[in-house]
């Protein structure tokens, strides 16, 4: 299985904030990486997929970036709605994989 | 718009069989590059994929649970079922379904459901 290593597993931010949370796969998935944001009792969210890619309706404050198997998601100026979970997700290969995930909180 | 949601028995005892139901809409399960899969996440813990089905037919299991796991489509009523067997406290969780289209990615979820594994 491909091991999805996310850092940090926690951090504490502001309002306006730049954030960026890093996912480490442990071989190459190349481009097959999603994102997902995740609130207390609500289903994961759809952020990023494919390495770097929008859904229709999620703000461009959120970005992915990717580098055959190290990937980020930024989040450019935090918003209060954005402290959550975040997971990424492998989908190059079966088992797909999910990350260890980040707790995003108010400093 | 894509609903899914799931639905199923809450509680079930060790040994026993969970099957699960779920039921979408806005979307067709014959679209080409269009699939429902079942994840799971225990409490406080991260989530877990555990079987996707194709537009296909195809059929991906969790080769670690494979055993355990068989999931069908019912194209005529818009429904995916996922069985699993031999039931353990572990296996407590929350229960998603979701539609995934083209690489992988799941871009519209169930709420979920509790399931929770005890005599």
């Known amino acids: 299985d491909i091991l999805m290593t996310q850092s940090p597993s926690s951090l504490s931010a502001s309002v306006g904030d730049r954030v960026t949370i890093t996912c480490r796969a442990t071989?190459?998935?190349?481009?097959?990486v999603n994102w997902y944001q995740q609130k207390p009792g609500r289903a994961p969210k759809l952020l990023i997929y494919?390495?770097?890619s929008l859904p229709t309706g999620v703000p461009s404050r959120f970005t992915g970036s990717d580098s055959g198997t190290d990937f980020t998601l930024t989040i450019s100026s935090l918003q209060p709605e954005d402290f959550a979970t975040y997971y990424c997700?492998?989908?190059?290969?079966?088992?797909?994989?999910f990350g260890g995930g980040t707790r995003v909180e108010i400093k | 718009q894509i609903t899914l949601r799931e639905s199923g028995p809450t509680l079930v005892k060790p040994r026993q069989t969970l099957t699960l139901t779920c039921t979408f809409s806005?979307?067709?399960?014959?679209?080409?590059?269009?699939?429902v899969g079942w994840l799971r996440q225990p409490p406080g813990k991260p989530l877990e994929w555990l079987a996707l089905?194709?537009?296909?037919?195809?059929?991906?299991?969790r080769p670690s649970l494979q055993s355990r796991l068989t999931i069908t489509a019912d194209t005529s009523e818009d429904q995916v079922v996922l069985t699993m067997t031999d039931m353990d406290p572990l296996d407590t969780a929350t229960y998603f379904c979701?539609?995934?289209f083209g690489t992988g990615n799941f871009d519209d979820w169930g709420q979920g459901t509790l399931i929770t594994v005890s005599s």
């Open positions: 997700q492998q989908s190059y290969t079966i088992p797909f994989t």
């Open positions: 071989r190459s998935v190349p481009m097959y």
């Open positions: 494919d390495g770097i």
């Open positions: 806005g979307f067709s399960l014959s679209t080409s590059g269009v699939g």
């Open positions: 089905v194709y537009w296909t037919g195809d059929k991906r299991y």
């Open positions: 979701a539609h995934s």
